[in-house]
């Protein structure tokens, strides 16, 4: 760890920080908020959301729980919403900072900042930078690499340091309680020490002994979880999310014709369907490229062995997983291992060419891969978060509700993109009002800020889905289809 903590190299970590946040400074000072970010902010500060044993903690995530019960208690209004996409933000430039110290001690420092914004800048990343609810992920990612570089370094030196190895183990547990598939980048050392590992013979015990840590460290997670969830939620709603599902065909085929060609379309997924397309094969192109490189290296048959374990246990939590739902969020070790592979690829033909020419195209490559991030979330979560909320203050205005203690018909629109938003993709590009939990909780927020309720007061509503009628002689409505 001492590597790490020297002043040259908090020097790049506050480098990479600091240009996270200019690069995002449109998520900061944006006012928006994303789906739960409402209701989160609404349940804790109402107490219907307890600080110990919250939502999270049923979903093994207490570490998240404890995050989030910290920071939405100290969250006062929409426009606080910017602060934790900060600590977001600064979570992902750490990360990336941590990964080019990873990636510098095998290639150069031009090419080490390439791996390194490109695996910070995915759509999973992006999230973690535009929703403040899932800010704490971006830690997740930092605690899950930092341990497995000292998990791979304590297995590479001549005698294993078992002490070492223990911190690793639990610095793995904190990021599976804070974000499980964030958790994953605990074998990305690995990968990387595979991927540059072209001279001298592979010794098998320095990439086994961190698979097996990893997998004795998830193992204790999964007994921890349910442990807990039985223990203080069985019988509840939220226990079903942590249901485990055994159907494995079902699950396998999901993620072959879902979950695949989310991973693989990228940022091409998010702009329009034909970029979609262009981005699933250049990728599955250059994927193959890179096996074909390792089948050149030193040992081939046993680096690409210890890859293909190290990636299939890497996604093993998705197979588990209860629900069939896989968004860009679920995915960031997925997205990074495909990067890697990629731009691997891209940089060992680049070597080729002169020497100022590829130092050119690297960095070039750097700034485009920021720009394409920063894009994406302003598109997907700035502009449509901003309208919408615009939108859905007005129809408050227009609703005239002087009588805040009556209850009122709130009519949602469900899966209604936001105004002058013309593409939707999971979390990027929809609309927070979709959902009874996401209107109610944004429908209070603009009431108090109003002056309407009182600044801990839960507006009464009665939520009606699009498809639904209801008898506006009974009680007022506030229709906010009307908002879209």
Not at 414 to 423: A, S, V
Request: aromatic share 16%; net charge positive; hydrophobic share 50%.
């Amino acid at each position: 760890m001492k590597e790490i903590l020297n002043d040259k190299k908090i020097a790049v970590f506050g480098a990479f920080a600091g240009a996270y946040v200019l690069v995002f400074i449109h998520a900061i000072l944006g006012e928006f908020g994303h789906s739960d970010d409402f209701s989160m902010l609404v349940n804790y500060q109402s107490g219907r959301e307890p600080f110990w044993f919250n939502t999270h903690f049923a979903w093994g995530r207490p570490l998240l729980g404890i995050y989030d019960g910290i920071l939405f208690r100290l969250t006062q209004t929409i426009s606080d919403f910017g602060w934790i996409r900060l600590l977001g933000i600064i979570g992902t430039g750490l990360f990336a900072g941590l990964l080019f110290h990873l990636y510098a001690k095998h290639i150069k420092s031009s090419e080490s900042i390439f791996f390194a914004i490109g695996i910070s800048t995915t759509p999973a990343f992006a999230v973690f930078m535009g929703w403040a609810t899932c800010s704490a992920h971006a830690f997740a990612s930092l605690i899950a690499l930092a341990a497995g570089m000292l998990a791979y370094e304590s297995s590479n030196s001549e005698r294993l340091s078992k002490s070492r190895l223990v911190i690793a183990c639990l610095g793995l547990f904190a990021a599976e309680c804070i974000y499980q598939p964030a958790a994953s980048f605990f074998l990305l050392p690995l990968i990387i020490g595979l991927t540059f590992a072209n001279n001298g013979r592979i010794q098998i015990r320095q990439y086994a002994t961190p698979l097996a840590a990893f997998v004795a460290t998830v193992v204790v997670y999964f007994i921890f979880s349910k442990a807990v969830t039985n223990l203080f939620f069985k019988g509840t709603w939220l226990a079903e999310r942590m249901q485990t599902d055994f159907d494995l065909l079902g699950k396998l085929t999901f993620l072959v014709s879902t979950t695949v060609p989310t991973a693989l379309g990228g940022w091409g997924a998010i702009f329009g369907p034909t970029w979609k397309y262009v981005f699933i094969i250049a990728t599955a192109l250059l994927g193959m490229a890179y096996f074909i490189i390792v089948a050149k290296g030193s040992e081939p048959f046993k680096r690409t062995v210890l890859i293909l374990i190290a990636c299939g246990l890497g996604v093993a939590p998705l197979v588990a997983a209860g629900e069939n739902y896989t968004p860009p969020r679920t995915l960031p070790y997925v997205y990074g291992v495909l990067f890697h592979f990629c731009a691997f690829t891209v940089v060992t033909g680049i070597r080729k060419l002169p020497i100022n020419f590829s130092w050119w195209i690297v960095h070039s490559s750097s700034f485009t891969l920021l720009f394409l991030a920063s894009t994406g979330v302003y598109v997907g979560f700035v502009k449509p978060g901003i309208s919408e909320l615009n939108a859905v203050r007005d129809q408050v205005r227009r609703s005239n509700i002087s009588n805040p203690e009556m209850p009122w018909l709130s009519c949602f629109p469900q899966w209604h993109m936001p105004p002058g938003t013309e593409r939707s993709f999971y979390e990027f590009g929809s609309a927070s009002s979709w959902q009874d939990w996401g209107a109610d909780g944004k429908v209070t927020l603009i009431l108090r800020e109003q002056g309407i309720i009182q600044s801990n007061a839960v507006a009464e509503l009665i939520t009606v889905g699009r498809y639904q009628t209801w008898n506006e002689s009974i009680l007022p409505v506030l229709n906010l289809i009307e908002a879209f």
